[in-house]
């Protein structure tokens, strides 16, 4: 299972990912291992203020469907267009080119109430 | 067979359409009936017409309670001697017991499931397949009819019949020899450079769903008749059988509700979501929904009222609460491939 060295966890395997002035969210590679093929995204749109926890959208796999919850509160900048025609795009590459959503966070320091890469690694059996 | 193989639901249904797929169904049941009077019982009880059935042909039907519910659907080959009947497995039980209390005096049924290992290969390379390893014997037999063949030195029933759309076959043979003719045709695979790959039950849903077939407990039940969910086709009105007079009088009323398909937006549609109309009423159901990674829709196969069963008829179904758009349309989504004229 590959962990993003670069991102923070959430214990809900949506990863957080720093760049600049955004957050970059998605969910892990473990995550996406565990749900299946990957159907359907649905996202949140832009503009909109989401707190940390609360759901920011759907990921539906072959046999189910799960939430995704914000692992830091801010306003959503961008969403990842590609996930309409290319859901699968989540499994493929679920740190790079199947990000979800970018977000402008409101309080930074959430990041830090975030498991790092070596402690999720850790949640998640990795040794 | 598992929900999916390592390869994925997604894969396993694309690598059936492009090559083949093999589907180990022993799950499934099969029943012999013979003896006096077998072929008059058969008709009476089976929902299709079976008094122009021959060896080596093969039919499909239902079968039907006195309403015209639907009981199971089922393969009907017509061997020489016998009837040879494919029962889905969650009914097998109840199937058995409804034709043991039913036949009549000189009837021999005998349950051959737990000898008979059935397996299914299907795919555009399948009999490509088949005739490597059947020395050429498989393409020799009909779309809907079997013929005996030999796997490895097995003898092997083979129908040209199948749950996925693809051509192919269904395969019978002793339980006993199963690794030796699965592995056989997994290593013919590879040597010949056919892709071939086992398929799970994710793929199998979607693949009979894409084609328009149904899967009992969903798009045919005992709760459902045979006529609302649209096989009045594989009824014979013109012989006696059982539910042939509930169907009468549900086709004189008039169907309160049919089964459609539905093209959904903006999500996937599932098993039990509600269907409504512009005012916000429920007008139906969903009794199967998913992906589906042929045709690259979201769709969904659901029991609406009878005015709006109509193609183009604009819906929404509830995702979970929240209504999408849902278009009702023609099934099925993928034309199978013995109905089809060009390839």
């Known amino acids: 299972m590959s962990i993003d060295q670069k991102a923070r966890y959430a214990a809900s395997h949506e990863y957080a990912r720093a760049e600049g002035s955004v957050v970059v969210v998605g969910i892990s590679d473990h995550a996406q291992a565990e749900l299946g093929d990957i159907v359907f995204v649905e996202l949140p749109t832009v503009g909109k203020k989401i707190a940390k926890g609360q759901t920011f959208g759907t990921v539906e796999s072959v046999k189910a469907a799960s939430d995704l919850y914000m692992p830091v509160g801010g306003i959503v900048a961008e969403i990842n267009e590609s996930l309409q025609a290319d859901p699968a795009l989540v499994n493929r590459e679920p740190y790079s080119s199947g990000w979800m959503i970018k977000v402008t966070p409101s309080d930074l320091s959430e990041l830090d109430l975030l498991l790092d890469a070596a402690a999720y690694g850790k949640s998640i059996g990795e040794v | ?343």
């Open chain 2, 1 to 343: 067979m598992p929900i999916t193989y390592p390869t994925g639901a997604v894969e396993e249904h694309l690598i059936t359409r492009r090559s083949v797929g093999l589907f180990d169904i022993d799950h499934m049941g099969q029943f012999e009936i013979s003896g006096e009077g077998a072929d008059e019982f058969v008709a009476s009880i089976v929902s299709a017409k079976v008094s122009d059935l021959a060896a080596p042909m093969a039919r499909y039907s239902l079968l039907l309670d006195e309403g015209g519910k639907v009981l199971d659907d089922l393969f009907i080959y017509r061997l020489p001697a016998s009837w040879w009947i494919v029962v889905n497995a969650s009914n097998r039980e109840s199937d058995y017991a409804w034709f043991s209390s039913r036949k009549t005096e000189g009837v021999t049924l005998v349950d051959r499931s737990d000898d008979t290992y059935m397996i299914a290969v299907q795919g555009p390379r399948a009999v490509e397949l088949l005739d490597l390893v059947s020395s050429g014997a498989v393409s020799a037999i009909p779309r809907f009819c079997w013929g005996n063949i030999h796997i490895a030195g097995i003898p092997v029933l083979f129908g040209r019949t199948g749950y996925t759309g693809e051509d192919g076959g269904e395969l019978f043979f002793p339980a006993t020899e199963v690794l030796r003719v699965w592995n056989y045709l997994l290593e013919a695979g590879l040597q010949s450079g056919i892709e071939t790959a086992p398929i799970g039950l994710a793929a199998r849903d979607s693949l009979r769903f894409e084609a328009g077939m149904p899967l009992h407990g969903h798009e045919i039940s005992p709760e459902i008749n045979a006529l609302e969910a649209g096989f009045k086709w594989a009824c014979d009105f013109s012989k006696e059988f059982i539910g042939k007079t509930a169907l009468l009088a549900v086709s004189e009323q008039g169907l309160a509700r049919k089964l459609v398909g539905l093209d959904v937006q903006g999500g996937v549609p599932r098993e039990g979501y509600e269907i409504v109309c512009e005012t916000g009423r429920v007008v139906g159901h969903c009794v199967a929904g998913m992906f589906c990674p042929t045709v690259k829709k979201y769709a969904a196969n659901a029991f609406v009222e009878i005015s709006f069963a109509t193609p183009g008829a604009t819906l929404s179904v509830l995702i979970r609460g929240q209504p999408k758009p849902a278009t009702v349309v023609k099934r099925p989504l993928y034309i199978p491939a013995y109905r089809r004229t060009t390839n």
